[in-house]
């Protein structure tokens, strides 16, 4: 076992109430960067100020999958409408009206009746937490009260699918102030708008800057009578850019999955053979992910890319699913995140299948560890994403200078974006209900570079305390990429030949951890072995987690869980070897 030195219970690793609440106002002014944030509803501070403290006892309403499992609670989710309130607020101080939000819907598959297990839509679960589809959600301006709708299924619905809750029971399992059957939602929606002439029907509508996909406003029956009263302009952008700062309650959500994937990518590396199959690895992942972290969904399609395959940065869609066998000598390019609750993790480890690397492979390797390193070193608030970006080429860069692939001056290399060749994608994104987060190109922030590579951001924002955004830096050999570099004059000159078709035909390395931006600097969610002589332990039988942390630059939080799920924040010793 472990050495534990400073064991911290997790609801009292939490800052006190106060810094807490300080925090968030200090988020939410951030957010109303046009006006100052006014604060002047006593109620809805004891409110948020409640909700704070119960996600920090872990009393009242929560979420399980049972055992051992996280228990997720539901003021979690009353914290988050308390900050939307605000920042709804902060827009203007007098709005009054309602906000409405449509959960996501059952869909079937084709012309089949085939239901694919159902996922909450992201915006409502942020809002409310609810499991279940067909719900609709509304906040009253400004006390900030939460109502569900819920719908009354008939008798051929408990027939098949069970009981059907009552909304006492629902009030009860979400902690909201007030449960509805659906069929009240018009009647309750008039109610609420004729409160005040000047009332709104607060909708969502706006774009998702990774996907090219529209938030759309929620719509029922007899919503039509009210277009006067609708407005599409304010909630979207604050619920986008609330959802970009993540409270301490939804970092300890992501610890748990970030812990649980890490664990499960530890297994995969344990069991890793040559001979395997590709899809077996992500087999592993997954059972691993649910058996012991009641983890039903992945965060997104596990790309599990051997020998050539992690040149191919989306490997494992359909036309590529995971089914090439290991073969001795290729390197395995994993990355498989675990979702709980709707909180994603995304983490990719990359090693050689027969628990040896050649001189090459390790070359490659240790520049990608070096930008990974590099940008953990600089990450805090006030700096921005594209500067971490091209931290990261230049390490990547130099390392390739340091194996005899490239040659010239570093900075030349830049400037003749040499860097997109070897790592074409940008170096992390926004994470948290989606694994691509929202908020990454919102109004008001930096704008998406023209740059091959910094193009590739799925954000260009300056870093705040409480985002957390992956760093995944990579660098792989694509033959497209590398035949395009070589006819172009700016950027050949940089290239040895004679080394190149050494490294053509490898794959690709990329390391990703899930780092959270801390008010001094940033912590690292992941706990996955990565210094070489750590990755090759496991492989060889190793315990993990370690007895001492070799690379503590990494800033990785070990931690350990307790039968009631919560989890215990520990340090190890650490040593320079
Ligand atoms: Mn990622």
Redo the contacts with the bound molecule.
Sequence with gaps: MHQMNIIVPYHLWFSSILSLFLYHISVTSALASSSPLRITMPSLVDKRATAEFVCTTCKGAYYSQGLDTYRVPMALYELNRARLVQAMLGENATATGVILLQGGKQTTRYDTDHEPVFRQESYFHWAFGVSESEVYGAISLPSGNATLFVPQHGIDYEIFCGTNPSPEDVREKYGVEEVLPLERLSEYISSQLELSESSKLHLLSGLNSDSGNMALPATYEGIKTHSEKMDTSTLFGCIADARVYKTAAEVEVMRYTHWVSSMAHVEVMRSCRAGMMEYQLESLFQHHTYTHGGCRHMA?TCICACGPNPAILHYGHAGKPNNRLLRDGDLALL?M?AEYHCYAS?I?CSYPVNGRFTPDQTLVYEAVLNAQIAVIAAMKPGIPWTDMHRAAERAILEGLVKAGLLVGDVNEMIAADVGAIFMPHGL??L?GID??DVGGYAFGTPARSERPGLKSLRTARILQEGMVL?V?PGCYFIDLLLDMALMNPKQSPFIVLERLKDFRGLGGIRL?DGMLVTNEGCENLTVCPRAIPEVLDVMHGGVWPPEEDIMPELKRNWIARETNGNMVRYTLPTTTT
């Design positions: 997104y990355d995140g995304d990719t992390g994104h994470i694994t691509h992956t995944e990703e």
